[in-house]
């Protein structure tokens, strides 16, 4: 009887593994700009203020639009502000990976949230109430758990003329890169409002494209001044985010 009960448990507990096999997050490729979070940032801060009225620490760093987490022992400091190649897997439930701080001041970020904000520039845990947010909106952010990371050299910028801006981007795997290659407007007069020239590339392995995006389009109350160059994509695979600022590309050309 013994046998017989052990093989039974064995059989029903079997396809429970195999199903959490199948279930757990295959590991990807998250390609984007590495940052350092700060307390009341718009997107991914580095505390929240909870509904029982405690901070608690996130992630020390971002990725794109996405927390960035770790537990290796390296320093990485020396790669915030560049493009980062990260491997790793995403993981939803910000919240199971918080730290418990101190009691949150009464005004925390009562200043930030009274801000003319667009919606665009926050996410959904928070929000306009920049700082807060609730246990059961932080269990839908997805992170990124890292295993690894190293600068990723294949993208740049510079100042092509007068009027326009290159960017290359060079597809460094093994296997075709669909993404988007897009430059972010923002209108010069009245309220701001963005606007994106893109563009769709299929990229083969080892090759690499070169855009030109004017600085300004329009005239007068409809026109627009490049803010940034955008690289973005998505699939099973690897993920892009990157939102490059086209003003080093302009200090470098005025220091010259």
């Known amino acids: 009887m013994r046998k017989i009960f052990l093989c039974?448990?064995?059989?029903?507990?079997?396809?429970?593994?195999?199903?959490?096999?199948?279930?757990?997050?295959q590991p990807i490729i998250f390609l984007g700009i590495l940052h350092?979070?700060?307390?009341?940032?718009?997107?991914?801060?580095?505390?929240?203020?909870?509904e029982d009225g405690y901070l608690y620490q996130s992630t020390n760093y971002a990725i794109g639009n996405v927390n960035f987490y770790y537990e290796f022992k390296r320093d990485i400091s020396s790669l915030a502000g560049?493009?980062?190649v990260a491997r790793g897997r995403m993981l939803r439930g910000l919240n199971k990976i918080l730290t418990k701080l101190g009691k949150a001041p009464e005004d925390y970020g009562k200043e930030q949230s009274m801000m003319q904000i667009r919606s665009d520039w926050v996410r959904e845990e928070t929000g306009f109430q920049i700082g807060h947010s609730t246990l059961e909106k932080l269990s839908q952010v997805s992170y990124f758990h890292a295993m690894d990371i190293e600068e990723y050299k294949g993208f740049s910028i510079k100042k092509a003329d007068k009027k326009n801006i290159e960017a290359s981007f060079t597809n460094t795997f093994d296997s075709p890169l669909v993404f988007t290659f897009a430059g972010h407007y923002e209108s010069t007069m009245g309220k701001p409002q963005p606007r994106y020239e893109s563009k769709e590339i299929t990229l083969l392995p080892g090759k690499s494209i070169t855009e030109k995006f004017p600085l300004g389009l329009g005239k007068g109350r409809k026109s627009y001044r490049l803010v940034s160059i955008n690289v973005s994509a998505s699939s099973k695979k690897i993920v892009i985010d990157i939102s490059s600022s086209i003003y080093s590309a302009l200090e470098e050309e005025t220091t010259d």
């Open 36 to 50: 350092k979070t700060y307390p009341l940032a718009l997107k991914c801060p580095s505390e929240y203020c909870l």
């Open 8 to 25: 039974l448990l064995i059989f029903s507990v079997l396809p429970l593994i195999a199903q959490e096999t199948l279930t757990e997050p």
């Open 82 to 84: 560049k493009i980062v």
